[in-house]
């Protein structure tokens, strides 16, 4: 089978404290879980066609913890337009991937993607991050800070043959989302939740049907 690729700039943010249970198979903070993922692909393939420059958001909601299920999931899309049903399928976890397979299986209500602009921002060494798709979402970090001067803190979260931060370190910087905020069909408002920044690199095989 062919294969598929995409490494890029990766932002995960969501309604928890910083240091977000879900990555110690905790319970929410707040007992739900809103958020967001994202990713600006700096290279990549599908097959022959090339990635390089799109840029996805999947909005997420869960009742309860992730792993019991009955989420939504909401994807919106800035790409070109012959790489949009690669990226689409990547997404949903019909070309494997563990992270993607593992939301699209939590995820049973499944929302019409968007299409819009994204605009990404992102600076791992100062854990900040400036991430908008068109006027219908937005979410910022910072680094997190000491207490007394409050100088710029810095934690790492290390998850060794993990599935979501998969880069040669298996590591995600943790900051401050200050902001998480959608009006799609996946609501948030969110003000000082989690936020996980980290270069990431993720594929798989083409099925025969796509």
Partial sequence: MASW???GEYLKTCNCDPGCPCDFNQAPT?????????????SGHFG???????KWIALVMWPGRMDEG???VQPILDCADEQLEALGTIL?????????EIVDAVCPHKHDPIRAPIGFEWDMESRTAHVTAGEVFETKTDTLRGIDPPDPYRIRVH????????????????ALATMLRSTTDIEM???????SICYVKYEGEIPVAA
């Fill in 30 to 42: 707040h007992g739900h879980c809103h958020g967001c993922a994202g990713m600006k692909i700096t």
């Fill in 48 to 54: 022959d066609v090339d990635l390089s420059g799109a």
């Fill in 5 to 7: 690729l995409m490494e």
């Fill in 189 to 195: 408002d969110v003000t000082d939740g989690h936020a």
């Fill in 159 to 174: 998850i060794p043959g993990g599935f979501e931060y998969v880069n040669e370190e298996d590591t995600s910087e943790v």
């Fill in 70 to 72: 009955d989420g939504h």
């Fill in 92 to 100: 949903s976890g019909a070309a494997g991937g563990t992270f993607f």
